[in-house]
């Protein structure tokens, strides 16, 4: 039997099918038609085309196959089409979990953004209470409501452990991610100043073993947060200094004026660009918070690896010079 494995052409995606097939998997990629698969070219996948909008091309792409990981999400944190967003996310969701009655296993990618927040200082957990208010953007929103879907599928008797994933940094995040995008404008030296944020970071390698983990030993309706080590963006910023040499800001930026700045630009790309705007508001909403997780629930009982972030920093880094991006 294989193993479908969507969002193959992403960072986490991407990841993943390599420790699959470093495991000795048959792994089936479901690929949108024209995406960029510089990602996964160089692996041996079967590879099928589809669509999360297209139920059809689901269904074929789950014939022959037992387990399915569902990673393949629309990351924006701004589109001028919100439809497009939901309807991914949400509505993809949906698709593809009706396609996977019968199968043996499901692992579904949500992400920390859907975990509670304690506000004093504690790193949330599985069971802290969620408050809606921290849905800032049209990204969190469809995750939220996708994870919903998951949970509503795991209730009719499908198989599905959630997987929530902090912020992986590593090689290979081509577009890139949020986090991404940060050591990259550290790197470019378009970072003059530093709000007061924090995130959990883990090494890409260690979030996609995760997702190996929960199908094996992932409890049914239960949810795993994938993370290691909270970080707040200064330190953050310090640690890319020690591996590069390069100065980190000093300057800490009030978040009054990050918000103006995201006001302004987002503003402009809805009206008038139509262009992702340089400071997406929702980016700055969800930077108001310091995004401190605790997961020793998957370390405990998945064995969820814990490698240094230092190390998974410096890969990113070696991987956005090797590519030109820099």
Request: include cysteine.
């Amino acid at each position: 039997m294989k193993t479908l494995v969507t969002g193959t052409t992403g960072f986490i995606g991407s990841a993943l099918v390599r420790e699959l097939i470093d495991d000795g998997r048959r792994v089936k990629v479901l690929v949108r038609p024209h995406a960029d698969t510089r990602n996964i070219d160089d692996l041996d996948v079967e590879r099928v085309c589809g669509d999360l909008r297209d139920k059809d091309s689901l269904e074929r792409a789950l014939n022959g196959c037992d387990v399915l990981y569902h990673t393949a999400a629309y990351y924006s944190l701004w589109d001028r089409d919100k439809k497009t967003i939901y309807d991914i996310n949400v509505a993809g969701t949906r698709n593809i979990l009706e396609a996977a009655a019968g199968l043996r296993k499901v692992v579904y990618t949500s992400t920390v953004g859907c975990i509670g927040l304690n506000g004093n200082g504690v790193p949330g957990n599985e069971r802290t209470p969620f408050d809606p208010a921290l849905l800032c953007n049209d990204y969190k929103r469809s995750k939220y409501q996708a994870e919903q879907a998951a949970r509503e599928s795991c209730e009719k008797g499908l198989p599905l452990v959630i997987v929530n994933p902090a912020a992986p940094v590593g090689p290979r995040d081509l577009k890139p991610t949020p986090t991404g995008k940060i050591i990259l404008d550290f790197l470019k030296r378009k970072m003059p100043a530093y709000l007061d944020t924090g995130l959990n970071l883990i090494d890409v390698k260690d979030c996609a073993r995760g997702h190996i983990l929960a199908e094996k030993k992932g409890t049914p309706g239960e949810r795993y947060i994938l993370g290691n080590r909270n970080l707040s963006l200064r330190e953050i910023l310090l640690t890319l200094e020690k591996i590069t040499g390069l100065k980190a800001p000093g300057i800490k930026m009030p978040y009054w004026a990050a918000y103006a700045a995201g006001w302004i630009c987002e503003t402009m790309a809805d009206y008038f660009t139509g262009q992702p705007p340089a400071v997406p508001l929702g980016g700055v909403k969800m930077a108001k918070h310091h995004m401190y997780f605790d997961s020793s629930k998957a370390v405990r009982e998945l064995g969820l690896p814990q490698n240094a972030v230092e190390n998974a920093l410096e890969g990113a880094v070696r991987w956005f010079k090797d590519n030109n991006y820099v």
